[in-house]
T-cell receptor, first 113, second 113 residues
Framework: DADVTQTPRNRITKTGKRIMLECSQT?????MYWYRQDPGLGLRLIYY???????NKGEISDGYSVSRQAQAKFSLSLESAIPNQTALYFC????????????FGDGTRLSIL | AQSVTQLGSHVSVSEGALVLLRCNYS??????LFWYVQYPNQGLQLLLK??????LVKGINGFEAEFKKSETSFHLTKPSAHMSDAAEYFC???????????FGIGTKLQVIP
């Protein structure tokens, strides 16, 4: 089983719909992250959480919200999806030290029509 | 503040040729530096990292990188490219502590038979 699992892997939906992307991990890491990847723009940070009671905005948090339900679960919501939120979304975890690497899920490909 | 610049969004090399992917960083404190690789339809995987100590870092799949403080660089090299090296490569920097990681925009490596 994967250490970092994202569901769904693919999703097509319509403008205005509410969408939730889920991430669960078995690594026991405190830190979790949500990124989006767009061609030519690399990875951009949406939200991050250093523990269950800690939620922080990243560089592109507008239009998104998150919930850290447990140490192992971190979900990303799009309250009212718009076409420019079409992207590849990644969840990542990290041990509680910044000199440690991040561990990524396989991503969710989201298309908003 | 910290930042990463990857020179060349696309790099092509012949099979067997030297691979050189360039990364320059900016950080106000001694950085932690990472290279990740992303294969199609997958998340990012750690290739190697520099935290402290030896400036020449060896990673998986024959890759290595050298931390050069005077040049603020952390270029990734491999002596002989294989077809299986075709992927996208990301350089990343962290200032440590509670600082998050900043990723470069990525370099797509094409290996020509």
């Amino acid at each position: 089983d994967a250490d970092v699992t994202q569901t769904p892997r693919n999703r097509i939906t319509k403008t205005g719909k509410r969408i939730m992307l889920e991430c669960s991990q078995t690594k026991g890491h405190d830190r979790m992250y949500w990124y989006r990847q767009d061609p030519g723009l690399g990875l951009r940070l949406i939200y991050y959480s250093f523990d269950v009671k800690d939620i922080n905005k990243g560089e592109i948090s507008d239009g998104y919200s998150v919930s850290r339900q447990a140490q192992a679960k971190f979900s990303l919501s799009l309250e009212s999806a718009i076409p420019n939120q079409t992207a590849l979304y990644f969840c990542a975890t990290q041990d509680g030290l910044s000199n440690q690497p991040q561990h990524f899920g396989d991503g969710t490909r989201l298309s908003i029509l | 503040a910290q930042s990463v610049t990857q020179l060349g969004s696309h790099v092509s090399v012949s099979e067997g040729a030297l691979v050189l992917l360039r990364c320059n960083y900016s950080s106000s404190v001694p950085p932690y530096l990472f290279w990740y690789v992303q294969y199609p339809n997958q998340g990012l995987q750690l290739l190697l990292k520099y935290t402290t100590g030896a400036t020449l870092v060896k990673g998986i799949n024959g890759f290595e990188a050298e931390f050069k403080k005077s040049e603020t660089s952390f270029h990734l090299t491999k002596p002989s490219a294989h077809m299986s090296d075709a992927a996208e490569y990301f350089c990343a920097v962290s200032a440590g502590g509670y600082q998050k990681v900043t990723f470069g925009i990525g370099t797509k490596l094409q290996v020509i038979p």
